[in-house]
């Protein structure tokens, strides 16, 4: 009889302590849900204000524009996107700044849009501009090249374009240079070209860069941030209903 007591004492004892356990293990549970909860609310906040914030400046205040590759800058530019003025280009002692320290553009920018040479390969087949045309692996080649003016040109009288003169390569010559200074300014001109044609047929473009990590936004604001854990199918719900 003595031994049960004692068993049944045990088996209550430890039945007490399982249960104690159990709540305090609730509670902490409880406690971890509610400040998930309020995380996540005031992430929400901050998302929120970040967009109303972008939706206010994006559009009409100057945004710097960069392209990199093998983690160095190769071209650039800055505009504003509701502007229909040119866009600035970057000289080759620009994108020298900006390799020393690109987070210095954010001063005179909105935001810093740094782009991987990788979305070159989203371009169309043929790239426009004005009355000519570009084959898509030619117009890539262009940020290789070391003179990609006197190339540009070749290629157009090779398409018979323009005429194999002297007069018309002057001529051509003039009208692609005569917004850039240098080399390094020209490429930032077929850079902002492939900005125009990548993103004219895509609005969700610039989402869907940003999760494959073609693109790099300076600074990260929230936004940008709940971008990447964002589903892409949500993500084009909202392009359609506010793009």
Sequence with gaps: MIPYAIALAIVILL??????????????IVFLFLLFVLFLGYNGYLVYKDVLDIQQHLETSQNAFLLSKDSKFIAGFSAVFSDAKKPILFSENDIKEANSDYKKLAENNYKVFIFSNKILADLPNTISFSDFSLEK??????????????DTISYLVSAKQI????????????ELTKDAQDKTAFKGLLFALAVQHIFKDDKSYIFKSIKEKKLTVYPETPAFKAIKFVPNALLNKFVEKFG
């Design 15 to 28: 039945a007490v302590i399982i249960i104690k356990l159990i709540k305090k293990i609730l509670l902490v």
């Design 137 to 150: 692996q030619q117009f890539i080649a262009l940020f290789e090249s070391t003179d990609p003016v006197s």
């Design 163 to 174: 005429p194999d003169m002297e007069e018309a390569r002057n001529r051509m010559r003039n």
